[in-house]
Structures are given as structure tokens and as C-alpha cells.
């Protein structure tokens, strides 16, 4: 079994919509991040956790929101999804020992029309 | 402003050849970490090798080196004997220098297409 799962792996939705991705490890690792990822551009942070009381923005937060329900779970919403959303989404997280390595889900494609 | 420069979109390599695939990065912090990471047709990303930046010595992982040159502010990646399964998207990123939130910060990426 993936040690980083993501659900879903492919979203169409429709502008407007809220919608929610969620992540999930068995890693045991209290830091997870979501990035998305856009032709051209490699991977963004969007938010990033240390464990469930601790959130924080990324390089690009705006008109996404995230929740760490548990130290295994993190998710992120939009609240309103607009098309500049459409992406491909990666949830990480990161190793305990050094280098720190991060480890990722196999992504979610999103299309927002 | 960019912290991590890929300048090469687009590669192509023969089979068992070895390819150099170039990476900057900019930062005047001393303490840094330099990863690789390959992300094939199928989506997903996987870790291939690191660098530190007070390691003496270059890494290495298999067919994977990374040609760390300090000064120079360059971390490339070396693929030898390239194999058909290598035709895939590289990224270099760098762990955020003097964090303890272990944030990776990516170049835009290189695609290599290794021909038979």
C-alpha cells in the first residue's frame, strides 16, 4: 500500500464549487504540504502543516484553505474553485531524519471549467 | 525572484549515453539542502538523490550523481548509461535555508527523452 495517498485522482468540477482533496499517510510524519503543480512553473507550496495546531501559508494561499484533522490527514479546500485552480495537486510529507526528504501522494488532476 | 533555475526545458539523450541535466539555485545562506526529484508520464514524484551544502563530497545514488559545484551556486544532476526508463520530467528544489519546516522550493523543471 501507498504510504501517501490522495483522493481524488481526477476531479472535473465547475466554477463556483467548493471542493475538497484529501491526504492521508502511514508514514508517521508530522509535516505534510500541499503543492500544485502547473506546466512550466514545477511545484508551488500552498500550505503546509507541522501537526494539527499548527497551519501555515505557503508561496501561493489564496482561495485555498486546509484542514489537518489528525496527524495523518491533511486536506485542502476551495472554497469557490475558479479555472486558474486547474492543476495537478500534490500532498507530501516530510522524513523526521535528515536530508528530510519529502515524500509524495501520486497526485490529484483537477479541472476546474 | 526565483530561487532554483532549470534553463533547460526539453533534453534528449541516447540510449546508454549519460546526460547532465543543469540546476542554480540562489541563496546566502550557508546551511542548505539540494534535491533531485523525477517525475515520470505516470504523475507521481520520487526522491533520487541529495545534497548538502557542507558535504565534501558529491552525491551519488546508482547512475545518479550530482555535480555540486558551491561557489558556482550549481547543483547538476548526471544520469549515465541512460536507459529508456529515464524519459521523464527532473526537478531540483532546495530546502529552505535555516527552517525547521523542511520546505522545498522547485525549479520549473527539465524533460529528458532518452531515444533508443
Known amino acids: 500500500d501507498a504510504d501517501v495517498t490522495q483522493t481524488p485522482r481526477n476531479r472535473i468540477t465547475k466554477t463556483g464549487k467548493r471542493i475538497m482533496l484529501e491526504c492521508s499517510q502511514t508514514k508517521g510524519h508530522d509535516r505534510m504540504y500541499w503543492y500544485r503543480q502547473d506546466p512550466g512553473l514545477g511545484l508551488r507550496l500552498i500550505y503546509y502543516?507541522?501537526?494539527?495546531?499548527?497551519?501555515n501559508k505557503g508561496e501561493i494561499s489564496d482561495g485555498y484553505s486546509v484542514s489537518r484533522q489528525a496527524q495523518a490527514k491533511f486536506s485542502l479546500s476551495l472554497e469557490s474553485a475558479i479555472p486558474n485552480q486547474t492543476a495537478l495537486y500534490f500532498c507530501?510529507?516530510?522524513?523526521?531524519?535528515?536530508?528530510?526528504?519529502?515524500?509524495f501522494g501520486p497526485g490529484t488532476r483537477l479541472t476546474v471549467t | 525572484a526565483q530561487k532554483i533555475t532549470q534553463t533547460q526545458p526539453g533534453m534528449f539523450v541516447q540510449e546508454k549515453e549519460a546526460v547532465t541535466l543543469d540546476c542554480t539555485y540562489d541563496?546566502?545562506?550557508?546551511?542548505?539542502?539540494l534535491f533531485w526529484y523525477k517525475q515520470p508520464s505516470s504523475g507521481e514524484m520520487i526522491f533520487l538523490i541529495y545534497q548538502g551544502s557542507y558535504d565534501q563530497q558529491n552525491a551519488t545514488e546508482g547512475r545518479y550523481s550530482l555535480n555540486f559545484q558551491k561557489a558556482r551556486k550549481s547543483a547538476n544532476l548526471v544520469i549515465s548509461a541512460s536507459q529508456l526508463g529515464d524519459s521523464a520530467m527532473y526537478f531540483c528544489?532546495?530546502?529552505?535555508?535555516?527552517?525547521?519546516?523542511?520546505?522545498?522550493?522547485f525549479g520549473a523543471g527539465t524533460t529528458v527523452t532518452v531515444r533508443a
Open positions: 541563496t546566502s545562506d550557508p546551511s542548505y539542502g
Open positions: 528544489a532546495m530546502r529552505e535555508p535555516g527552517s525547521n519546516d523542511y520546505k522545498l522550493s
Open positions: 502543516s507541522f501537526d494539527v495546531k499548527d497551519i
Open positions: 507530501a510529507t516530510s522524513s523526521r531524519t535528515e536530508p528530510y526528504e519529502q515524500y
